[in-house]
């Protein structure tokens, strides 16, 4: 079994690492190359160093930018593993209707992010008309627990599945 695991190896890894050079590193490899260059398309791009580094740590919507999205990160990853541990520990426990629950959690998961994203701008269109106040008026603020709430919305589900698992798995006396 060992011998032919061996021999077939190639064959079955070949097709993955072609697709993944492909769609991943050959991209990525030229994205590293052109942030050195100046370059109107691909094929007129001329190296010019670190100056495209030095001229966006110095413009001030970059840096807000970066901390914006630094923030986003750090209180998304936070709120949302405390929510599906959470969420985790209560589903499982013995409950009438745990599996049903699972699965409403998980369901918007399952929607692609452009549909999710289709919904989301319904319901709040449909919600600040009520308060006479278009969508796009919202302030940034406004607009940071909007997209908080969207990403946890989606991704709670998920990462209760995997608390789930890893719970069953955990001896009850530690719990």
């Known amino acids: 079994m ?28 030229l994205g590293v190359y052109l942030s ?18 030095a001229k966006i740590l110095g413009d001030g919507d970059f840096l807000h930018s970066l901390w914006f999205t630094a923030l986003f990160t750090i209180v998304t990853v936070l709120l949302i593993n405390i929510f599906a541990f959470a969420v985790a520990m209560l589903l499982t426990k013995n409950i009438k209707g745990t599996n049903i629950f699972r699965t409403v959690f998980f369901m918007p998961n399952l929607i692609g992010g452009i549909v ?3 919904i989301w701008q319904t319901l709040l269109n449909g919600l600040l008309s ?46």
């Open 2 to 29: 060992q011998k032919a695991i061996k021999r077939y190896f190639p064959v079955f890894v070949l097709p993955t690492l072609i697709a993944f050079t492909i769609g991943f590193l050959a991209p990525f490899v």
């Open 130 to 175: 009520k308060w006479g106040q278009p969508l796009l008026s919202l302030s940034a603020k406004n607009g940071f627990i909007g997209m908080l709430i969207l990403l946890m919305w989606q991704q709670i589900g998920y990462m209760m599945i995997i608390y789930i698992a890893g719970l069953n798995n955990v001896s009850p006396d530690l719990i």
């Open 116 to 118: 999710l994203g289709y």
């Open 36 to 53: 050195f260059c100046k370059f109107t398309t691909v094929t007129d791009a001329k190296f010019i160093g670190l100056s495209n580094y």
